[in-house]
């Protein structure tokens, strides 16, 4: 059973640019999350996408942005980029509820800025 | 906003020594989840816990949840190299908060040939 990936796996971008992550979760698995990592600030929740809805969303500013599409896949884009969003990006499915089924996590896209 | 705050934030062991990581946080959680991530992984869920009290064990891994669920440990015993790694603990809130979960910073466990 193929796990979550997460393309591209690194990532350097300058100031300023944009930038697209993808994820492909586990078949079946219809809720994706984002989380953001960074050796500060641990794992802060990004975005949650079920469905192709929005169903949360975390205290970023409004240069991240995300999409999940028909097929369950996620995007997420962050604009604008600024060096310190220079961080783990962590994509995880879960096949219900997060509380209760937990996520899979993908090996992440690490991101750094310059 | 939950907070979840993890203790000790290092530990360095030697190996058959045992060792127990804890997560605080002021607020209820619906659920608890432990996690292990190696180094350039993502976490990797170990349990969930979901009622106060509960206790749940995998291998030599137990892990507590407390009474009033706005706790929990993490007790190793015996620990080996390969349970290297960084522990988070994550909880889920209630209702809308179900489908997300927040995480403590760590606990980053070395444990010593």
């Known amino acids: 059973k193929a796990g979550v990936t997460q393309t591209p796996r690194y990532l350097i971008k300058t100031r300023g640019q944009q930038v697209t992550l993808s994820c492909s979760p586990i078949?079946?698995?219809?809720?994706v999350s984002w989380y953001q990592q960074t050796p500060g600030q641990g794992l802060q929740f990004l975005f949650e996408?079920?469905?192709?809805?929005?169903?949360n969303k975390g205290n970023f500013p409004g240069r991240f942005s995300g999409r999940q599409f028909s097929n369950s896949r996620s995007e997420m884009n962050v604009s604008t980029l600024e060096l310190g969003d220079s961080a783990l990006y962590l994509c995880?499915?879960?096949?219900?509820?997060?509380?209760?089924?937990?996520?899979?996590f993908g090996s992440g896209t690490r991101l750094t800025v310059v | 906003t939950q907070l979840l705050e993890q203790s000790p934030q290092f530990l360095s062991i030697q190996e058959g020594e045992n060792l127990t990581v804890y997560c605080n946080s002021s607020?209820?959680?619906?659920?608890l989840q432990w996690y292990r991530q190696e180094p350039g992984e993502g976490p990797v869920l170990l349990v969930t816990?979901?009622?106060?009290?509960e206790v749940k064990k995998l291998k030599r891994l137990t892990f507590q949840f407390g009474d009033a669920r706005k706790d929990s440990s993490l007790h190793i015993t015996a620990a080996q190299p390969g349970d290297t790694g960084l522990y988070l603990c994550?909880?889920?809130?209630?209702?809308?908060?179900?489908?997300?979960?927040?995480f403590g910073k760590g606990t980053l466990l070395t444990v010593n040939p």
């Open positions: 995880a499915s879960s096949v219900g509820q997060a509380n209760f089924y937990g996520y899979t």
């Open positions: 078949s079946g698995h219809r809720s």
């Open positions: 996408y079920f469905s192709e809805t929005q169903r």
């Open positions: 607020s209820v959680f619906s659920s």
């Open positions: 816990v979901v009622t106060g009290g």
């Open positions: 994550a909880g889920a809130g209630s209702g809308g908060s179900n489908y997300k979960l927040t």
